[in-house]
């Protein structure tokens, strides 16, 4: 069965410092890969997506990007949190254009 | 373009007081119809896929419908666990996968 993974859980930093979210689905191949931003009371905000390594689409702009350096593998960066970067991230797959499953998320707090 | 409009923002039941949620949408060719739950500080959990209007699928205390303009998920005799947001979203034929989230009923079963 397939598992989406994302760590870390929890993340406090400071305004200005640099950001790395990893992750990872294992028991699949060539997933569609992407990144949300949940803000509190807020829907779901799509950051990026992917479609296979290398191949990144970002939704908004912003101070985030993204890196898709293997198959299963999906990161989120920033070289300089603000303020607004703070939420609830959440990673997702689907197998091709089929229903979209979600990590467990991580919680980033900028102070 | 896609949208997708949840009803009610919020909604409170005694134990065992049966309701159901509404998920309005308009899509340019419906590919599916997903309903997720989600519980505080967790990834959303996939619930159901809908494909064609007059579908119905069950879960427990769940059921999910489609019509071509609207979904409902019914709740009979919910319980206080079943006490989450509710999410829907669209998914729409062609081009990239990048479905269309509604921003969520939150439910609350008191006992």
């Known amino acids: 069965s397939q598992t989406i993974h994302q760590w870390p859980a929890t993340l406090v930093q400071p305004v200005g410092s640099p950001l790395s979210l990893e992750c990872t689905v294992e028991?699949?191949?060539?997933?569609?890969l992407y990144w949300y931003r949940q803000a509190a009371g807020r829907g779901l905000q799509l950051l990026f997506y992917s479609v296979g390594i290398g191949q990144i689409s970002s939704e908004v702009p912003q101070n985030l990007s993204a890196s898709r350096p293997q198959d299963r593998q999906f990161i989120l960066s920033s070289k300089k949190l603000l303020l607004s970067d703070s939420g609830f991230y959440l990673c997702?797959?689907?197998?091709?254009?089929?229903?979209?499953?979600f990590g467990p998320g991580t919680r980033l707090l900028v102070l | 373009e896609d949208q997708v409009t949840q009803s009610p923002e919020a909604l409170r039941l005694q134990e065992g007081e049966s309701s159901s949620l509404n998920c309005s949408y308009t899509v340019s060719g419906l590919r599916g119809l997903f309903w997720y739950r989600q519980d505080p500080g967790k990834g959303p959990e996939f619930l159901f896929t809908l494909y064609s209007a007059g579908e119905e699928k069950e879960k427990e205390r769940l059921k999910a419908t489609l019509t071509k303009k609207e979904s409902f998920l019914h709740i009979t005799a919910p319980k206080p666990e079943d006490s989450a947001t509710y999410l829907c979203?669209?998914?729409?034929?062609?081009?990239?996968?990048?479905?269309?989230f509604g921003r969520g009923t939150s439910l609350i079963v008191h006992p």
């Open positions: 997702a797959w689907t197998p091709y254009q089929e229903t979209q499953y």
């Open positions: 028991g699949t191949s060539n997933p569609n």
């Open positions: 979203a669209v998914g729409a034929s062609g081009g990239s996968y990048i479905p269309t």
